[in-house]
């Protein structure tokens, strides 16, 4: 099993320079394609933390089925952004791990069955 790992996650413990405890964990970190691209973007804007980050991460692409189901959720999916979609789409699909940190993928990660590790586990529940 991977872990599948969403942008605010990695840009958390790459600002405080704690990707290794990740590594540490799963010894592996994948992203799908919209992650490594927000990034990308973050590193453009002179964000030096995302170079310590894109150091220990793989890029996994979306297979054909899965970049079907991507493009119908993304049609009838509004409040997630590309990324989330296809990092859920990539965990509903392959039985991976999601680290994520946003509420707001609660509801509709709760609809696919998949193991899930959120930034709870790591510094408590803060609602």
Excluded: W
Aim: proline content about 2%; charged content about 25%.
């Amino acid at each position: 099993m991977i872990p599948v790992a969403d942008t605010d996650i990695l840009s958390m413990f790459g600002k405080v320079r704690s990707i290794h405890i990740l590594k540490q964990l799963f010894n592996e970190l994948y992203v799908p394609t919209a992650v490594y691209e927000e990034l990308l973007r973050a590193k453009d804007t002179g964000l030096s933390f995302i170079n310590y980050v894109l150091d220990d991460i793989e890029v996994v692409n979306l297979d054909d089925v899965e970049h079907h189901e991507y493009i119908s959720l993304l049609k009838n999916e509004k409040y997630l952004h590309k990324s989330e979609v296809q990092a859920i789409i990539i965990c509903k699909h392959r039985v991976e791990y999601f680290l994520r940190m946003i509420k707001k993928q609660r509801i509709f990660v709760s609809k696919i069955v998949f193991h899930t590790l959120t930034s709870k586990v790591f510094f408590g529940h803060f609602s």
